[in-house]
């Protein structure tokens, strides 16, 4: 039987948002006897629900709440409305993302130390390493069954692939394959194997791809210790008058004004919702918000080097056929200054369908060049660029001055700007990406600007100095020891890796350190 909370009851941990980190911590949490309460904005959806068109999809999935946007970067031009392009349900964007698990390098939880101080970042070291995150990994790649770990086989290559792998031979590149993903390439958890479908992003009708909504969630909720609340949307977070936080005020489903009293909240609503409701939470004690004495909080955003390069040729590649994103090349990854740049990317297979591509596509909107490319469609090949962006305290979340929600709440201004090593990393991806196709007999090739973020980082960083960030190694605020950060938005710096497999390493890893504090009441 599913647990239901009293809102009165101060003993439960309150999670908001149920992606790879809130998710994945309330699973983690009530395997161990917590109490959880997980509050989520979107509704509850069932892979039933999931429709296998892209238009429809994202009406049905995307977050798309008014947000405003600042800066240089291309999406505050292509879409000033739409920063991100992330999921308001049950589950989080973990429906919506294409299971890409990578590792992040040794190097970049050091990368003050690795970089130096460049001009205009504001780098920083992550207080763990490595090695300390390293057993946390395993068994994160073990709950979300990872291709290529644990003995489980790589995922089938498809048509796109076969051209991108064949284009990474050409240019002698050593680390090709399917990549590690978290999507069932054989039975297992009782879930489906990958049918090759194409709609990874669409939400996986066959449950394949590991998402909290059909995996972490109802193990939890069969603990008797986890009660989730769909279309709960959370207005501000409250503290006693020693400063602990002790409740959450939302709106429920009904829209009705609710109060669950809480012993820990822990916030993991994206980098962009999670440091907005630090700020909507502020108060006469704290008037910056919460956990906010540093100044940091919602600075320091990063969405990864993004950007995509797509090619035609002279015969069918149906690049949409099959598992979106099995398909990387990771030399590029590594730290090699000669390049022109610090830090470094992976290219990893994409295709979007026709409505995505008419939207994303540079050239794009209209004109012979942009249909001539549509014309060729089902001859295209795509990559896409992930890339270590970096941290700036001008890039950052704060609260509109002149938009406001349905709730009458201040939206989330998003800015960024390109730094000029985001942009010489990008030139680059762009041109390999060029010349990988153009190897295997490209006639043209499209490097298309970067979509709304997927990869949503920083804002609530990691750091072992309180001035210097928000959170600690644990996920636990620097000023508020009951409060918690428990998504990406607590990354120091963002990798070259895709995000997802170090949220929920970290989410599992934060788990244990909330159960053993409560074990000795120290919070």
Request: hydrophobic share 35%; charged share 20%.
């Amino acid at each position: 039987m599913v647990a239901k909370f009293e809102l009165n009851d101060d003993n439960v941990v309150v999670i908001i948002g149920s992606g790879a980190g809130g998710g994945t911590l309330g699973n983690e949490l009530a395997q161990k006897g917590v109490n959880v309460v997980i509050l989520e904005a979107g509704p509850r959806l069932t892979t039933d629900d999931f429709v296998n068109d892209e238009w429809e999809s994202f009406a049905q999935l995307a977050w798309t709440d008014a947000r405003t946007t600042s800066g240089t970067w291309r999406v505050a031009k292509n879409f000033p409305n739409l920063p991100a392009w992330i999921v308001k349900s049950v589950g989080g964007t973990t429906t919506h993302w294409a299971g890409a698990s990578l590792r992040f390098q040794p190097h970049e939880f050091k990368t003050l130390t690795t970089y130096g101080k460049i001009d205009g970042a504001n780098l920083l070291d992550w207080p763990i390493t490595l090695e300390e995150l390293e057993p946390y990994y395993a068994r994160a790649e073990d709950k979300m069954g990872v291709t290529r770990t644990n003995g489980l086989p790589g995922l089938p290559g498809n048509n796109n692939f076969k051209v991108f792998k064949a284009g990474a031979d050409k240019l002698g590149y050593k680390e090709c394959n399917t990549g590690r993903m978290a999507i069932n390439s054989v039975e297992r958890d009782n879930r489906n194997s990958c049918q090759q479908t194409g709609f990874c992003f669409q939400g996986c009708k066959w449950g394949a791809k590991w998402s909290t909504l059909y995996t972490e969630i109802p193990k939890g909720e069969a603990t008797g210790h986890m009660e989730v609340r769909p279309q709960s949307r959370v207005l501000r977070i409250e503290h006693d008058d020693a400063g602990k936080v002790n409740a959450v005020v939302y709106v429920d489903k009904d829209g009705n004004k609710q109060r669950q009293k809480a012993r820990i909240v822990c916030v993991a609503g994206n980098s962009i919702e999670s440091p907005r409701l630090l700020l909507l939470s502020a108060s006469s004690k704290y008037p910056q918000g919460l956990a906010n004495s540093s100044g940091q909080v919602g600075r320091n955003y990063m969405r990864h080097t993004t950007g995509s390069v797509y090619a035609s040729f002279d015969k069918p590649v149906h690049m949409h056929r099959g598992t979106i994103m099995a398909g990387a090349i990771h030399d590029e990854a590594r730290n090699d200054p000669s390049r022109g740049f610090v830090g470094g990317y992976n290219l990893e297979t994409l295709s979007l369908g026709v409505p995505f591509m008419a939207a994303f596509l540079d050239p794009g909107a209209w004109g012979r060049t942009f249909t001539s490319a549509m014309d060729d469609y089902p001859n295209m090949a795509g990559l896409w660029i992930v890339g270590e962006d970096m941290p700036q305290e001008k890039n950052r979340v704060t609260l509109s001055a002149t938009v406001k929600d349905k709730l009458g709440l201040p939206v989330a201004d998003v800015h960024f700007d390109d730094h000029p090593n985001d942009v010489a990393m990008r030139n680059h991806a762009y041109q390999q990406g060029r010349k990988l196709y153009e190897s295997v007999g490209a006639i043209r090739t499209f490097p298309t600007p970067p979509y709304p973020s997927t990869h949503n980082l920083g804002t609530n960083r990691m750091s072992a100095h309180p001035r210097d960030g928000v959170v600690n190694k644990w996920g636990q605020t620097h000023d508020i020891k009951n409060l918690f950060v428990s998504d990406g938005s607590q990354f120091t710096t963002g990798g070259a890796e895709n995000p997802t497999l170090t949220i929920v390493s970290l989410a599992i890893r934060q788990a244990e350190y909330i159960a053993q504090q409560m074990s000795v009441r120290a919070i």
